[in-house]
């Protein structure tokens, strides 16, 4: 790590940003949607962005050619927490209910899954009872039964051995912890979690001790899936899971690729969801995303897993020469620097509000990406997608507005309000296998520069985020008085979004998210009025009068609502993007125009 090198690399995206903007424009203009494609094969720019594209040409057959830049963090359903492990699981997972095929916005709403309907709630909101579907099954024929989808939902409780994965489930199940989870139940059949009742094999019954509006949301996520306990491996289950959906593994070498192949055993008739049209799904891991991008620009891959847009080399090259082969959709991710209170001065807000003013939010914009590659300037904590957010509308701090340059003047009364009239150190920490934080890290450390604040940068391995940033102790022994960072929902509602980064009850040991250490009592209690509202009015309310006490108490500074370049490959059909995972194409019912 050398300030030269990385000082290049912020000009590199910075140019980058500028051809990215002049070729937009272009791309904006040319390009059909129509399901025939253009010329070349491809549907056209922004041709599946919240809309199908080519959707009466997928194919039965053929191999479906996946390329990523990271793996998972883990294929078990009870430990991954990757957006696009989420989204690629339902391969070869299934849930009682989960997102609809659909896309854009309409992708949020839940439909049946193997459960053969909704849930029916009980009016207090505390009883949810399911009925399984008749037919389902695993990939060994025998069927899926109430008690297995129980076991899988037990496994979150065994965070000493399944660690990583989302707790909400346990938290709304067993808010106490009275549970100690299936490895250490010592019930004869494993199932001792009294929170949810197996009556019998197609029926299932879940209990809540106090009403959780977004329940049934947390049951689509991927760590509600069923698991066979006579095939739970336990910490190695994440290198071949039991497959209960259409596919199943065939071969897996962490970090290099992966191979699905047909469950011959799942029945369309069952699941109403997947179409399964490939025969075959593989993932290649590369270690350079400039060198996956000219892959799928060559054609060699149809799509990359990660879905967090082309290395600014391999947008540039696609946008000039392949641009209707792009989508350009808004993610439900919010890029963001946040200040930990632990590290002084920023236990103070004025000193918060001082780099917030300090900060050009136009630079910060443009090391993203600029407008189109990067997103629209984040003027605060709620993700447009989300319900109760206001967009750009609620600017408090006028970043979007008079202060978009930054404002010296005001970030220099903030610093005489704070006892620091002459500027203060500190250190921003930031993911070193992130070239857009890094370059956010430079454009940040620069306008700070200009009101007395000086900011070193550490670029600490991005790889170890859970144990180094996720340490509030670690964050407090190295100072680090600002962290980059980014967050998208877990489900679209406040409390999937917002809750791990500021309720109190959040602040974590190890694997913290809650970064700022909020401990703001009327934030806690909104959280709680929030998670008993059952109307969606009264939700959405509680959700901006959240986002409003985030924002007045100064924790963060928003960079962008981040939007992304996403290739999509020419024999690709049946694609759009969903706003059910952060405006990712939705994969589980892609299809090949030609089965080769």
């Excluded at 509202?533 to 928003?558: C, F, Q, R, S, W």
Aim: proline share 5%.
């Amino acid at each position: 790590m050398t300030t030269q090198r990385t000082s290049g690399r912020r000009k590199q995206a910075m140019a980058a940003a500028a051809v990215v903007a002049a070729l937009l424009t272009t791309a904006a203009c040319g390009g059909g949607n129509d399901d025939e494609g253009s010329k070349g094969g491809a549907a056209g720019f922004d041709a599946a962005n919240n809309k199908v594209a080519q959707a009466s040409l997928a194919k039965k057959g053929g191999t479906l050619k996946f390329a990523g830049a990271q793996d998972a963090d883990s294929w078990d359903t009870t430990r991954g927490y990757y957006g696009f492990m989420w989204n690629f699981s339902r391969y070869y997972s299934r849930q009682l209910v989960t997102s609809k095929t659909e896309p854009g916005k309409a992708g949020t709403e839940l439909t049946p899954d193997l459960a053969s309907g909704l849930a029916k709630i009980s009016d207090d909101g505390k009883t949810y009872t399911y009925t399984l579907r008749d037919g389902i099954t695993w990939e060994d024929g025998k069927p899926i039964t109430s008690k297995d989808v129980k076991y899988g939902i037990e496994r979150v409780w065994a965070q000493d051995v399944l660690s990583g994965g989302p707790v909400y489930l346990k938290d709304v199940l067993d808010p106490k912890g009275e549970y100690q989870g299936p490895y250490k139940d010592k019930s004869a059949d494993k199932l001792g979690l009294k929170a949810i009742e197996t009556p019998d094999d197609k029926t299932i019954v879940f209990k809540l001790p106090t009403a959780n509006s977004d329940f049934e949301e947390m049951l689509a996520l991927t760590s509600a899936s069923p698991v066979r306990q006579d095939k739970d491996t336990k910490s190695k289950y994440g290198l071949h899971p039991f497959s209960s959906g259409p596919y199943k593994f065939e071969s897996y070498n962490p970090g290099k690729d992966l191979t699905l192949v047909r469950n011959t055993e799942w029945k369309q008739a069952s699941d109403p969801v997947r179409k399964a049209y490939p025969d075959k799904i593989t993932i290649k891991f590369f270690t350079n995303a400039n060198d996956m991008d000219a892959r799928l620009i060559a054609g060699d891959y149809d799509l990359d897993i990660n879905q967090t847009g082309m290395s600014p080399q391999g947008r540039t090259t696609a946008l000039k020469q392949h641009k209707d082969n792009l989508d350009n959709p808004v993610s439900g991710y919010i890029r963001y620097a946040v200040f930990p209170q632990s590290v002084k001065p920023f236990d103070n807000i004025e000193c918060r509000k001082a780099v917030i003013y300090g900060a050009d939010h136009v630079s910060l914009q443009n090391a993203r990406g600029g407008p189109i590659a990067g997103g629209d300037i984040g003027t605060n904590m709620l993700p447009p997608a989300v319900p109760g957010s206001e967009g750009q509308k609620y600017d408090p701090y006028e970043l979007a507005g008079a202060n978009k340059k930054g404002n010296v003047d005001k970030a220099k009364e903030a610093l005489k309000a704070c006892g620091q009239p002459n500027g203060f150190k500190t250190t921003i920490a930031v993911r070193n296998n992130k070239p857009a934080e890094v370059a956010t890290a430079e454009s940040l450390q620069a306008s700070l520069k200009k009101v007395g604040i000086t900011a070193d940068i550490d670029q600490y391995d991005g790889s170890q985020t859970t144990g180094i940033i996720g340490s509030p102790e670690n964050v407090k022994k190295k100072g680090y008085g600002i962290i980059i960072m980014g967050w998208g929902p877990d489900f679209p509602s406040v409390q999937g979004y917002g809750m791990p980064l500021w309720d109190s009850k959040y602040i974590l040991e190890s694997g913290n998210n809650n970064f700022a250490l909020i401990k703001d009592k009327t934030i806690d209690g909104l959280f709680d009025t929030y998670v008993t509202t059952l109307d969606d009015a009264g939700k959405t309310k509680t959700a901006t009068e959240i986002n409003h006490k985030v924002m007045e108490g100064a924790y963060y500074l928003p960079f962008v609502f981040e939007k992304f370049i996403n290739w999509r490959g020419s024999n690709l059909a049946n694609v759009y993007t969903t706003d059910a995972y952060s405006g990712m194409y939705d994969f589980v019912n892609l299809g090949l125009k030609s089965a080769k």
